[in-house]
């Protein structure tokens, strides 16, 4: 494999503006083959609620290896392609394979550069009665998240009229019950984790005939409905109707800290609130956030994002909230004893491969736990 190249912050720029470009007309065009499928006539800003991240994670990719690193066919072999087996159940399941299943990455790149060989394709049926493989439909919660998720659908449907939605915002019980009060709601849970089921392949749905003017497009068309997530085709319908089983019709707010990124669940069920003028609001879960796809994403699909100020420059789009919490740390007296601060630093290869999408490989990873156990080593043990 070629090694990552290095380049200048105006030239990952121009890069950025290239990808982007190209994924705003996917966008439109996969927004149509979506609708078409499942019958329904939802504009692109619904999509891209949906399959933003996993459309922006497929360009990029393709776009730095034709692109920059510029490989060759005879790098590739041309009889391990992907195939029906290997297509994700949902967005988590791309991501971990882009990321850390180094095989599936072969695959994915032996696509890239092999479109005019032709392999056998083992067989799916056209048209599949059960679409699923299992359908575990339950929440992964502590016996204590259970409690207070049933007493949260309890009072979701009382009198009080719930319209604000807490979803994984990495705040604790008494700031969702605190929040909430103060908008007039009244919400104790924010933990919603639920499993999705393992949906069956569906050949209907995987033709798509997207036409390609050149290497780069063609390589994209042949890529994204062998990679396209189950959970936006073939369990699509199954997520779209239990959002509206489990939450309210009426729904004003929903705050998230980065289930708009991850979880295919929510997505379906903001983007369906967004068409009824729901308001998706973001809450800061990192340090930092960065100027890269990740940070556009935000600002297209979000209308306000809490933060505690290091990502107002960068979202600059967005109607910014600044929150600060102040907290008093007593210091006990009289301590003797020596403290060593670790530092971990970002491993991520500081290159366009990038792009926003921090593509760490599992080498990397590997190189990363071997420096960390050398730093270990080297403090004193007493």
């Known amino acids: 494999m070629k090694k990552e190249k290095l380049f200048t912050i105006e030239k990952k720029k121009k890069f950025f503006k290239e990808t982007e470009k190209i994924y705003n007309e996917y966008l439109k065009k996969v927004s149509i083959v979506l609708n078409n499928i499942h019958k329904i006539n939802h504009p692109k800003e619904y999509w891209e609620i949906i399959i933003g991240p996993w459309l922006n994670y497929i360009i990029t ?34 991501h971990k394979n882009l990321h850390i299943n180094e095989n599936w990455k072969s695959l994915l790149n032996n696509e890239i550069f092999n479109l005019d060989s ?35 659908k309890l009072l979701n449907i009382l009198p009080t009229k719930n319209k604000i939605i807490f979803w994984n915002c990495y705040l604790s019980f008494f700031d969702v019950f605190k929040i909430s009060i103060k908008n007039k709601s009244f919400n104790i849970f924010d933990k919603y984790n639920f499993k999705i089921p393992k949906f069956k392949p569906q050949k209907q749905y995987r033709t798509w005939n997207i036409k390609g003017k050149n290497k780069l497009e063609k390589a994209i068309n042949n890529i994204l409905p062998k990679t396209c997530p189950k959970t936006y085709l073939e369990g699509f319908n199954f997520l779209k109707q239990n959002q ?46 960065h100027n890269c796809w990740v940070n556009n994403h935000a600002q297209k699909i979000l209308d306000t994002f809490f933060s ?26 009289n301590i003797k004893k020596r403290y060593f601060a670790f530092i971990s630093l970002n491993t991520v290869s ?23 156990k050398i730093f270990l080593n080297l403090i004193p043990k007493k």
Request: charged share 30%; aromatic share 16%; net charge positive.
């Open 61 to 94: 990719n393709v776009f730095y290896n034709i692109k920059i690193l510029k490989y060759k066919k005879n790098n590739f072999k041309k009889n391990k392609r992907l195939n029906y087996n290997h297509i994700p159940n949902e967005f988590d399941d791309f």
């Open 118 to 152: 032709k392999v056998k394709e083992k067989k799916i049926h056209k048209q599949v009665i059960n679409i699923f493989y299992n359908v575990d439909f339950d929440q992964k919660l502590s016996f204590k998240q259970k409690i207070l998720f049933n007493i949260q």
């Open 244 to 289: 509206e089983k489990i939450f309210p019709k009426e729904i004003e707010s929903i705050f998230t800290a980065n289930s708009w990124y991850q979880d295919d669940f929510f997505k379906v069920f903001a983007a369906e609130r967004k068409l009824k003028g729901t308001k998706i609001n973001g809450i800061q879960y990192g340090a930092t956030f």
């Open 308 to 333: 505690w100020g290091s990502a107002h420059r960068s979202l600059s789009k967005l109607d910014l909230k600044v929150i600060g919490y102040k907290k008093k740390i007593k210091l006990k007296k």
């Open 350 to 372: 500081k290159n366009v491969s990038e792009l926003g999408t921090k593509m760490t490989s599992l080498h990397e990873y590997k190189e990363y736990l071997k420096n960390v």
